[in-house]
């Protein structure tokens, strides 16, 4: 299967490992990913703050990118969600494009969702000795719908001891700009998911949105406690101890 990468700003800029480890999984699966250099914000940042005129051009230029391909996948629920469930609508008043971006987006995937729902595998062949628990964050969850899928994946890594995150469902109070402008909120969230992470005894928390991992890590590791953040991707890619 060919498929487009949409890698998202974040781990353009900040976390490429998420995204390259989602080339190397996919290859290894035998599929071909090809990555689209005309990509760029998918606008998911304007239209969360408000700015969705601003946002317009950007959705238009993504559907204009991704548009060719039959299958796209991001190692992101946050900006997924997004696509599937923003774009048409801030593409309203423009008939065409809406419908143009409702049919992107309907092939628009989450690492998790492409792998079990449309590849079909769960099992990846993957090896990570380690003890791991998981952060179901709140696009993934509650936009995406994602379920178990993720947990389903990580059941079959080689090696790895996954350990039930308490309260998971829980917000870790990232939520974008909302840590900044609700700063004392946000950190009082950040330490009730702290304290869930280190309860479970991990070396390791891992989630599908580099986003949440960048605040959930920050704190754990001002903390210095010793436990690292991995993205999901890069779980699923990895085939010896790291």
């Given amino acids: ?27 290894r699966l035998g599929h071909e990913v090809v990555f689209p250099v005309e990509q760029t914000c998918c606008g998911q940042m304007h239209i969360n703050t408000g700015y969705q005129k601003d946002a317009l051009p950007l959705v238009r230029r993504h559907v204009q990118t991704f548009e060719p391909y039959d299958v796209v996948v991001a190692p992101s629920g946050s900006c997924v969600g997004s ?3 923003q774009h048409a609508m801030v593409a309203a ?10 049919a992107v987006a309907s092939r628009t995937y989450e690492l998790s969702e492409l792998l079990v729902d449309v590849l079909g595998v769960e099992d990846v062949g993957a090896y990570f000795p380690h003890r791991v628990t998981y952060h179901p964050t709140c696009h993934s969850l509650r ?36 840590s900044m402008k609700n700063a004392d909120t946000s950190t009082a ?23 949440c991992l960048m605040h959930i890590g920050g704190g754990l590791s001002r903390l210095r406690t010793g436990v690292r953040t991995v993205h999901l991707a890069e779980i699923l890619a990895s085939m010896e101890a790291s």
């Fill in 93 to 102: 008043g423009d008939s065409r494009l809406a419908a143009r971006a409702a």
């Fill in 189 to 211: 969230m950040l330490a009730d998911k702290m304290r869930h992470v280190l309860d479970t005894g991990a070396d390791v928390c891992t989630a599908g949105d580099a986003s």
């Fill in 83 to 85: 696509v599937r469930h």
């Fill in 143 to 178: 936009v995406l719908r994602v379920g178990d899928k993720p947990l389903r994946l990580l059941r079959n890594v080689r090696g790895l001891d996954l350990v039930e995150l308490p309260a998971a469902e829980q917000c870790c109070g990232f939520g974008g700009t909302f």
């Fill in 1 to 27: 299967m060919r498929i487009a990468l949409f890698a998202t700003c974040l781990a353009d800029t900040m976390f490429p490992a998420a995204a390259k480890a989602t080339v190397l999984l996919l290859e």
